[in-house]
């Protein structure tokens, strides 16, 4: 049987990038960016456990201009991830599934997420931090 | 002949293998970590340029340690569980899936396992 040749139903690419399928493949994107940045949280804390010195090493690397944007993108990732999952735990729930809601729920996550990600920072910044 | 009753032979041989016992912990480790996730943020955010003494009292306050511990212990289970999923979405081969399966499980304990030990060592102050 020839099979090689068939056409194929139509795959993602054919689609125009809509918020809903962007913020879908961003929550497992974000999840496995947090896992990965999680190295970093362990290596601080191994820090501070260690003493004053390597404490201020780790700070010095997190508080560099690299190590804070790296921060500012895990704290936009951490918001996301965070309000994101709420969505889907109210998923979860059966609520909230038609086109109006769907795109209403998505959109009240990126602002949730970047005004707690604005904030955490206002915070850090103005205790004098990284 | 088996003495096996029928229901016991057809347990756990689902495609999901295990019913929903991993979607609901993902679910539960979700719920926790929500709180958790808002403190921890928050907290590091106000010690951030706090200095080493500082940073050290804060995490030895024993109502932050416990709520350092929790969250650690949710972080990387949740992240296990999720890291499964991906693994088990992306990688087709069975070789391959088995082995990065039990790699990831690793590496999430031995860094849970080392995050709170760290927590404990600046806890307890040794």
């Keep these: ?130 | 002949m088996s003495y096996r009753s029928n229901i016991k032979q057809a347990q756990g041989l689902g495609s999901a293998k295990e019913g929903v016992g991993h979607w609901w912990l993902q679910r539960v480790t979700a719920v926790a970590l929500v709180p958790l996730m808002l403190w921890l943020a928050f907290g590091i955010a106000r010690y951030s340029g706090a200095g080493y003494e500082a940073t050290v009292a804060w995490v030895s306050n024993p109502t932050t340690t416990v709520l350092w511990v929790l969250a650690l212990g949710m972080l990387f289970w949740h992240a296990k569980l999720g890291l499964q999923v991906v693994i088990e979405d992306y990688v087709h081969d069975e070789k391959a899936k088995f082995a990065s399966l039990i790699a990831m499980k690793f590496i999430t304990v031995l860094l849970a396992a080392i995050a709170i030990l760290a927590v404990l060592r600046v806890a307890l102050g040794s």
């Excluded at chain 1, 404490?55 to 309000?83: E, P, R």
């Excluded at chain 1, 709420?86 to 005004?115: E, N, P, Q």
Aim: include cysteine; charge should be positive; charged fraction near 10%.
């Design chain 1, 1 to 130: 049987m020839q099979t090689d040749n068939r056409p194929l139903s139509p795959h993602l690419q054919v689609y125009k990038p809509q918020l809903t399928m962007v913020m879908s493949i961003s929550h497992r994107i974000s999840g496995v960016v947090l896992s990965v940045g999680s190295l970093i949280l362990v290596w601080w804390l191994s820090a501070l456990a260690a003493g004053p010195e390597s404490f201020a090493t780790a700070n010095a690397v997190v508080g560099s201009f690299i190590g804070k944007v790296f921060m500012f993108l895990f704290t936009f990732a951490l918001f996301y991830h965070l309000c994101n999952g709420i969505r889907h735990l109210a998923w979860d729930t059966g609520r909230g599934f038609d086109l109006d809601s769907v795109y209403k729920s998505g959109k009240l996550v990126l602002i949730a997420a970047a005004v707690l990600t604005v904030l955490v920072w206002v915070v850090g910044l103005s205790t004098g931090g990284a």
